[in-house]
Every structure is written in C-alpha cells, then in structure tokens.
C-alpha cells in the first residue's frame, strides 16, 4: 500500500533553545536561510508522501503563516521583478497539502501523534519528529517507506549512538536480518546506559501501521510521566512484527543547541553560493 500521508509533530516547547525558542517556535528556526520544518516538508515531500498533518501548539502560528501565501510581500517583490524570491515563496506554499491541528495538552510524543488519528484513518503512515533533520542521498523517509514494502510492517528508523547519549533515545533490543535491517524483539525509551539492550536509537522517523492509534488510546504515561511513542510501539509488538532500518545519512538534533549549530554549519559547508567562502573563513578562524 503506498505511504501517502504523514504526520510531523511540532508542538513541543523547545525549552533547550530558549530564549530564541521564546517567541518564534523552534522548528521555525533556520538552518542557513530555511526553517528546519521546511526541510522536514521537503524530506517528506521528496519521499512520495502527499498529505502531511503537522501537529503544532500554542505560540506557533507562525508555522501555517510559513506554509501560505503572503500577499504584501509577493506584490512587493512582483512590483521589483524579483522573481528568483517570487519562486522560493511559491515553491513552499505549493510544496504539499498541508494541513494541521493542535496538541492542547502537553502530555508527550504518544499524545501528539494520537491527534492524528482521524487524520490518517485506515492506512500506514510516516511520521518525522519537527526537531530531526536529515543529510542523505535518498531521503530517510523514503528508505524506511522501502523497507516498509519489503517487510509490510511497521519500520523504525535507528542508528547507532554514543553510550554517552543512549538514556537520550528509544533504544532498540534486536535481532540481524539483512545488511540493515533488524527485527525488533523489545524496546525502552531513555533507558539509563546499563539497562539498555544495545546502542542503536531511533532517530526521528517512523513508518506505521493505524493499529497504534488503540494502543495509544489506552497507554499509560511513561519516562517522564508523558505518554511515550517507543511504550506504544512496544505494546504493538504483542500483535505485529516490527523492524528497523538503519538508514544513510546524517542526523542533526536542532532541538539541541550542539546539534542546531552543527547543522548550520554542515549544511552552509555543502550550499554552492556560500561552501567557498566560508570554508576559508572557518579554517582561518581555527588556525
Ligand atoms: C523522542 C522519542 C525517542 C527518540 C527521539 C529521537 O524523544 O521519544 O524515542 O529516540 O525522539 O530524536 P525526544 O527527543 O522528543 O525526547
């Protein structure tokens, strides 16, 4: 069946970035000159998906003012024949069908996606955490969607991480089958070092099938007191084989200053109008 639609959730408070997270919401912040959820679209978009539910929050009106025309500012540039910035407007606002809804209570990823219940009805779907961007040469959600036609199951995306960071992630407890790909036997969200199955996570993108939504409906909060993704899809173990791909790529935290500082960087390194420049300016600077 093929994956059409797919959920970003966005609604987080972005605590970690504050203060610039105060008043503009953190997936609005740009790498170089683009927001990180415009990637995220584009990730999405790139990967064949055509309905995509954002799932935002209080404050975060400026996500759907993104997404949408602006009228002042398109006859402004029309009136200075601008038409390179005429294009980079339209391509955003037709980039997909957008569409959104609110996360009233804080109570965790599990609660995000379960708003998007009716959303995506009765078909597998992607989502794409609104803090994790990605380099790649086949965009990630596509590789999972792949492994998600090979298997025809739920597809996990992970990596692995430093010890140093597994109580970070959900880590995955699994079993080789191909080059990259696991069968997942268990899971636990944030496990402390010495608890945790191994030092692959998931970082990020999912690929599911509707049978979380009931799981969700009924799961308890967890790590954190808040209702967890990784304990629903640990209880969708009990009814359904799930595996995960370790996919190519790079992945960048931007909900984390390290991370949103290292992706402004590698992806300023890799853009043909600034690489030149600003590689010698870095490398005389660290001289
Ligand atoms: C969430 C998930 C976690 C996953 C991580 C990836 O955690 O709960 O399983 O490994 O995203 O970024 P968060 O970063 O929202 O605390």
């Not at 912040?29 to 990730?43: A, M, N, Q, R, S």
């Not at 990967?47 to 975060?60: A, F, P, V, W, Y």
């Not at 109570?107 to 998007?116: D, N, Q, V």
């Amino acid at each position: 069946m093929k994956i059409r639609k797919c959920v970003i959730p966005a609604a987080g408070l972005g605590t970690r970035l504050l203060p610039a997270s105060k008043a503009v919401p953190k997936e609005m912040l740009p790498v170089v000159d683009t927001p990180v959820l415009e990637l995220i679209v584009k990730e999405a978009v790139d990967s064949g998906i055509e309905e995509i539910l954002i799932i935002t929050g209080r404050d975060k009106s400026a996500i759907e003012n993104h997404f949408d025309n602006n009228i002042e500012l398109e006859d402004h540039l029309l009136k200075k024949n601008d038409h390179i910035n005429l294009d980079k407007i339209d391509k955003i606002v037709n980039m997909a069908r957008i569409f959104y809804t609110r996360q009233n209570k804080p109570l965790g990823l599990g609660h995000a996606i379960l708003c998007a219940k009716e959303f995506i009805g009765n078909e597998p779907f992607a989502i794409l955490l609104g803090d994790d961007i990605m380099r790649a040469k086949k965009p990630v959600t596509k590789q999972l969607i792949d492994c998600f036609n090979t298997y025809n199951a739920p597809v996990l995306g992970v990596q692995e991480v430093d010890e140093s960071d597994i109580n970070k992630y959900g880590i995955i407890d699994y079993e080789k089958i191909e080059e990259d790909t696991f069968f997942v036997n268990d899971m636990i969200e944030k496990p402390k070092l010495e608890n945790a199955p191994s030092n692959k996570a998931i970082l990020g993108r999912y690929v599911l099938t509707p049978e979380i939504f009931d799981i969700l409906e009924n799961q308890k909060p967890g790590v954190g007191g808040e209702i967890q993704l990784t304990d629903a899809i640990r209880n969708l173990l009990d009814i359904q084989k799930v595996y995960a791909y370790q996919f190519e790529g790079k992945r960048y935290d931007t909900g984390s200053k390290i991370g949103y500082l290292k992706a402004i960087v590698e992806f300023a390194l890799v853009r043909e109008d600034l690489s030149e420049e600003f590689e010698q300016y870095l490398k005389a600077l660290l001289k």
